[in-house]
């Protein structure tokens, strides 16, 4: 081996313990909010609303206030939930890949209000928890990256298997990020996904123009074992 490639492989191999420390303490932690903090909201919120109840024959204004604490406990309880969903995903180990890119789209769309179409119609073989996390994770950073990019209102993912290769391509509409520091956050945050790709012994493009939008394609060789059904396309 050569002193360029043993370099090149104890830096990936350094970055691949950091991005596994990183997914303990992101499990750690989506463990610790749902768990305690997430059950914690819930029982206040019971309680909270029990009082409401127990306080309206007695003074509307009071049951009035505390419908209003009551409905922002519920608010802070989902997005505690989403925190958590986000930090580790249950779908990705219950369900695989697709169920997960599939809902995450979906909270995506809903949370951002902008459309997604979502295609896992190629995603039909179970795939090694490395690759479906690396996976996950690109299309996940990249969505975050979406955000930050001036009036975006369509975003297409389409995750597909050819062959012994997974590729992931995403586009939206998006123009400039709205300001330097969101510019200089995907810029590192792209950084990392090269990284996750090339640990993966894939490849890695993205298109970034101003009011051009945006085309990123990653893809990566991939061992399978399953069959599993179709998930077909859908518009969220």
């Given at each position: 081996?050569s002193?360029?490639?043993g370099?090149?492989?104890t830096?990936l191999?350094?970055?691949?313990s950091?991005?596994?420390s990183?997914?303990?303490e992101?499990?750690?932690?989506?463990?610790e909010?749902?768990?305690?903090i997430?059950?914690?909201?819930?029982?206040?919120?019971?309680?909270?609303?029990?009082?409401?109840?127990a306080?309206?024959?007695?003074?509307?204004e009071?049951?009035a206030?505390?419908?209003?604490?009551c409905?922002r406990?519920?608010?802070?309880g989902?997005?505690?939930s989403?925190?958590?969903?986000?930090?580790?995903?249950?779908?990705?180990e219950?369900?695989?890949?697709g169920?997960a890119?599939?809902g995450?789209?979906?909270?995506f769309a809903k949370s951002?209000?902008?459309?997604?179409?979502?295609?896992?119609?190629g995603?039909?073989v179970a795939?090694?928890?490395?690759?479906?996390?690396?996976?996950?994770?690109?299309?996940q950073?990249?969505l975050?990256?979406?955000?930050k990019?001036?009036?975006?209102?369509?975003?297409?993912?389409?995750?597909?298997?050819?062959?012994a290769?997974i590729?992931?391509?995403?586009?939206?509409?998006?123009?400039?990020?709205?300001?330097?520091?969101?510019?200089?956050a995907?810029e590192?945050?792209?950084?990392n996904l090269?990284?996750?790709v090339?640990?993966?012994?894939?490849?890695?493009?993205?298109?970034c123009?101003?009011?051009?939008?945006m085309?990123?394609v990653?893809?990566?060789?991939?061992?399978t074992?399953?069959?599993?059904?179709?998930?077909l396309?859908?518009?969220i």
């Open positions: 081996m002193s360029t490639n370099n090149e492989y830096r191999d350094s970055y691949r950091l991005l596994r990183q997914e303990a992101r499990t750690r932690i989506a463990k909010l749902h768990d305690n997430g059950q914690s909201l819930t029982l206040l919120g019971i309680e909270l609303e029990l009082s409401r109840a306080s309206a024959a007695q003074s509307l009071v049951a206030q505390l419908k209003k604490i409905s406990v519920t608010e802070l989902h997005a505690v989403l925190l958590a969903h986000q930090l580790h995903s249950s779908e990705l219950l369900l695989g890949l169920a890119v599939r995450m789209a979906a909270e951002n209000h902008i459309q997604v179409h979502c295609d896992c119609a995603l039909s795939l090694s928890g490395d690759i479906a996390l690396n996976f996950f994770r690109i299309i950073e990249t975050e990256n979406i955000c990019r001036k009036r975006a209102t369509s975003v297409d993912i389409h995750l597909d298997i050819c062959g290769s590729s992931v391509t995403i586009t939206d509409n998006g123009a400039a990020f709205a300001s330097d520091a969101d510019k200089e995907a590192m945050a792209i950084a090269r990284e996750r090339a640990l993966a012994g894939g490849e890695f493009s993205i298109d123009k101003p009011d051009e939008g085309h990123l990653a893809t990566a060789p991939v061992s074992s399953k069959t599993l059904e179709p998930l396309p859908v518009a």
